[in-house]
């Protein structure tokens, strides 16, 4: 099984609410990851967990906060956000939390946010 | 700073036609190569993972292949089918565990 599972598929939020993404894996995986695409855009990684612990923050803006309960699941807190924050939001994990070189990626897919 | 360019931008063939995908990067100093496929609205499916001390990988109708020292890689799609029609995506692990992407090629496959 090498799915990555998030929900919910669609949100629609305003800038006073506060909701979460969520992101399942049961592969084993010790990294897991939060990255932000816009359209026609790249993917732009935003957090990175290794062994449950957050080892890289890409100077994302504090409405954003992940967690990482234990090591099958990994949340993305969402507070006050604006119009410019509406996106995809893909997780994604690998096998070794300190990365490698056949340390594949694999992506869920995906949460579209829209922030009104 | 690592930067991952991807020629072209969009590309249409027909059917049946072998096709190339361009991927350059600036930094040689890459622990892997990864090539994904992005349907539209959806997220990334891996394709191939070259590591840093291999040439190429193969899936299928699919070959990736990596010429570090140069900073070039290309995927290649033999026999092309409107399934394949996506947006492709490489990406280069820089680092422990960062992954950094080029802005990808749109591919048309036309019946």
């Known amino acids: 099984d090498t799915e990555v599972t998030q929900t919910p ?37 935003m957090f990175v967990y290794s062994y449950e612990k957050l080892s890289i923050n890409e100077s994302v803006p504090s409405r954003f906060s992940p967690e990482c309960p234990n090591s099958s699941l990994l949340n993305l807190h969402l507070h006050a956000l604006q119009p410019e924050d509406s996106a995809l939001y893909l ?15 694999y992506f869920g897919p995906g949460t579209r946010l829209t922030v009104l | 700073k690592q930067e991952v360019t991807q020629i072209p931008a969009a590309l249409s063939v027909p059917e049946g036609e ?34 840093s001390s291999q040439r190429e990988q193969t899936s299928g109708r699919l070959n990736a292949s990596l010429d570090k020292s140069s900073g070039r890689s290309t995927l290649y ?31 048309t496959i036309n019946p």
């Open chain 1, 91 to 105: 997780c994604a994990s690998s096998q070794e939390g300190g990365g490698g070189s056949t340390d594949t990626q």
């Open chain 1, 9 to 45: 598929k669609h949100l629609v939020m305003g800038m006073t609410n506060k909701k979460s993404l969520k992101c399942e894996q049961h592969m084993g995986h010790r990294a897991m990851y939060w990255y932000k695409q816009k359209a026609k855009k790249p993917p732009e990684l």
């Open chain 2, 77 to 107: 799609i033999a026999a092309s089918q409107p399934g394949d029609s996506a947006t492709y995506l490489c990406a280069v692990r820089d680092g422990a565990q960062k992954l950094v992407f080029g802005q990808g090629t749109r591919l």
């Open chain 2, 18 to 51: 072998n096709l190339v995908l361009n991927c350059s990067f600036t930094d040689s100093a890459i622990y892997n190569l990864q090539w994904f496929r992005q349907d539209p609205g959806k997220g990334l499916t891996s394709l191939l993972l070259i590591q």
